[in-house]
């Protein structure tokens, strides 16, 4: 009886020593336990608007495969830019200057990597450049909001320029909201307020310095993404060939939809077909002249 009870001990603790093993070589490969930098490398530099939980050591990866790793993480002096350092083996050392470098996260709840998609230039970039083109660490709350219809928002790292539009109506638009121009951002909302004079919204857009050439009689309207989600601006590029610069203001504007409006004209006005001449019953499209 007493053989039969140290057999099963034995078995136990076996059994509890390889699934330690087993759980201690799981986690060596989901962190970066497993991301020691073998052989020689050069270093090149990226900057994020937001790195999440990126860590030193964490993977760098070009189409899924581990080209190097992180080599470190600061905060640049003065800025609210991370600059990230990678260090890239060796035997990759043709990544174009015109890549992109992205934050992305292993699985649902795994560690994060900056993973590099290669552009189409034919300079690569040197040992210490910097990879201009980043997408930083997407964040949960996000994520969420671009479920529901909110979009997304401009890094900015460039710098922004700052023009304003004045609205009768902003519904819900709320600072940080996207400014989107052909259905891209390129800035965000910067401020929202109520203008004591005017009697309207006053709101201030920051755009990125890299759209500088919007037309100066371009239209800002009040968009909603989708059947609920948030508010964002739009911008419909006119004619002019003079652009918008620091502090000008958009003359062209159309005011949010509220959803009662827009229920209320369809219950009051219904199709445009199913308009009718007043005591005539003939439709409104109608040549005139011609029964």
């Known amino acids: 009886m007493s053989q039969k009870r140290s057999s099963y001990a034995v078995g136990t603790g076996l059994f509890i020593v390889f699934g330690f093993t087993a759980l201690a070589y799981l986690a060596t ?11 020689a490398s050069y270093t090149i530099e990226a900057n994020f608007a937001n790195v999440g939980q990126l860590k030193e050591r964490a993977p760098v990866k070009v189409a899924g ?3 190097g790793q992180v080599q470190s993480i600061t905060l640049a ?27 992305f996260t292993s699985g649902l709840l795994g560690d994060q990597y900056v993973g590099i998609q290669y552009g189409n230039s034919k300079k690569d970039v040197a040992d210490g450049g910097t990879l201009a083109l980043t997408k930083p660490a997407q964040q949960l709350e996000e994520m969420l909001g671009k479920f529901f ?40 909302v910067q401020s929202v307020q109520a ?27 009040v968009f909603t993404s989708g059947l609920i989600g948030t508010q964002y601006v739009a911008i419909q590029p006119g004619g002019s060939l003079d652009a918008l610069k620091d502090g000008d203001e958009m003359i062209l504007t159309q005011s949010a939809m ?20 007043a005591g005539t019953g003939k439709s409104s ?7």
Not at 29 to 39: I, L
């Open 285 to 291: 499209d109608t040549p005139a002249g011609k029964h």
């Open 258 to 277: 509220q959803l009662e409006d827009l229920i209320g004209k369809f219950l009051v006005n219904g199709s445009p077909g199913d308009k009718t001449n």
């Open 77 to 103: 002096p003065g800025k609210e830019i991370a600059e990230v350092k990678l260090a890239i083996d060796k035997r990759y050392e043709t990544i174009p200057v015109d890549s992109v470098a992205s934050i």
């Open 149 to 188: 219809g909110a979009g997304g928002v401009a890094d900015n790292l460039g710098g922004t320029y700052s023009v304003t539009a004045n609205f009768t109506n902003v519904g819900s638009l709320s600072v940080g909201a996207p400014v989107k121009m052909a259905g891209v951002a390129i800035g965000s």
């Open 195 to 221: 203008d004591p004079v005017k009697l309207d919204a006053r709101v201030t857009l920051a755009i990125d310095k890299r759209f500088n050439q919007i037309p100066d009689d371009s239209a800002a309207a």
């Open 65 to 67: 495969v581990r080209v």
């Open 29 to 39: 490969q989901t962190t970066s336990v497993a991301n020691v930098h073998m052989g």
